[in-house]
């Protein structure tokens, strides 16, 4: 029986090895599908984290915080029950740097609220002024 199976496969080893790279491909193909859900599942969580925040708020009808612009009024902010709470800005866009485009993400706090980083080396940011 194990005799006649072998001599089957060598005489169909293209279709035997044509099927056995495609099913490659596509379990492939399943398991980066499977990493690019998982990470978008995950890069919120991981960013309202290292914000140091509980939850994100944002406008009603908006598909999501980072893959939609999207604006509230400063005053919103007073409608919401919470110990801390803080505004943020997080902005995308692109700028030429050499003639190569780069991405290039501006993330926005209030000076020592919800968002403000950690200082590794030398002084935090004490304040900003309008030019």
Same mark, same amino acid.
């Given at each position: 029986?194990?005799?006649? $199976?072998?001599?089957?496969? /060598?005489y169909?080893?293209?279709?035997?090895?044509?099927? $056995?790279?495609? %099913?490659?491909?596509?379990? %492939?193909?399943?398991f /980066?599908?499977? @990493?690019?859900v998982?990470?978008?599942?995950?890069?919120?969580?991981?960013?309202?984290?290292?914000?140091? %925040?509980?939850?994100?708020?944002?406008?009603?009808?908006? $598909? @999501?915080p980072? $893959?939609?612009? =999207?604006?509230?009024p %400063?005053?919103?902010i007073d409608?919401?029950?919470?110990?801390?709470?803080?505004?943020?800005?997080?902005?995308? =866009?692109?700028?030429?740097?050499?003639?190569?485009?780069?991405?290039?993400?501006?993330?926005?706090?209030e000076?020592? @609220?919800?968002?403000?980083? =950690?200082?590794?080396?030398?002084?935090?940011v004490a304040?900003w002024?309008?030019?």
């Amino acid at each position: 029986m194990i005799l006649l $199976t072998f001599r089957d496969l /060598v005489y169909r080893k293209t279709r035997f090895i044509v099927v $056995t790279l495609l %099913a490659a491909v596509v379990f %492939a193909l399943l398991f /980066v599908m499977i @990493g690019l859900v998982e990470q978008f599942n995950a890069e919120p969580v991981d960013t309202i984290d290292a914000i140091g %925040a509980d939850s994100w708020v944002i406008p009603e009808g908006i $598909t @999501g915080p980072f $893959t939609a612009l =999207s604006a509230a009024p %400063a005053q919103a902010i007073d409608a919401i029950e919470a110990d801390t709470k803080s505004a943020v800005v997080v902005s995308r =866009s692109n700028l030429l740097d050499d003639g190569e485009p780069v991405d290039v993400i501006l993330f926005g706090h209030e000076i020592g @609220g919800l968002g403000t980083p =950690s200082v590794v080396a030398g002084r935090a940011v004490a304040g900003w002024t309008r030019r």
